[in-house]
């Protein structure tokens, strides 16, 4: 499955952005996607996950009550609705899928096989 990742931009704090994940070559369906970022000089960290296929959900703590993941199956993709950005969400954001994940290692980056190109957001203060 090929994904492509859209919708970063700049933003001032406070404001908002979506991001979307598309994929083609095989339908989203069933599988697990996350977001991940990479701010400059850190390791790339968890930010959302979603099991396209019943919905459940999971946020890292930061992100917490301000974003928000969900998934359209019809379109085969996967938003990362983001608000009250803050400058320290400044980062090269990634989406990521995998179809025989266990809920437990959604976090972990190394459990996803196939990876988006990044899409830059950018918190101005």
């Known amino acids: 499955v090929q994904l492509q990742a859209s919708g970063g931009g700049l933003v001032q704090a406070g404001g908002s952005l979506r991001l979307s994940c598309g994929a083609s070559?095989?339908?989203?369906?069933?599988?697990?996607v996350g977001w991940f970022r990479q701010a400059p000089g850190k390791e790339r960290e968890f930010v959302s996950g979603i099991r396209t296929r019943g919905g459940h959900t999971y946020y890292a703590d930061s992100v917490k009550g301000r974003f928000t993941i969900s998934t359209d199956n019809a379109k085969n993709t996967v938003y990362l609705q983001m608000s009250s950005l803050k400058p320290e969400d400044t980062a090269v954001y990634y989406c990521a899928a995998d179809a025989r994940m266990i809920l437990s290692s959604m976090t972990r980056s190394s459990a996803y096989d196939y990876w988006g190109q990044g899409t830059q957001v950018t918190v101005s203060s």
């Open positions: 070559g095989r339908t989203f369906s069933g599988y697990t």
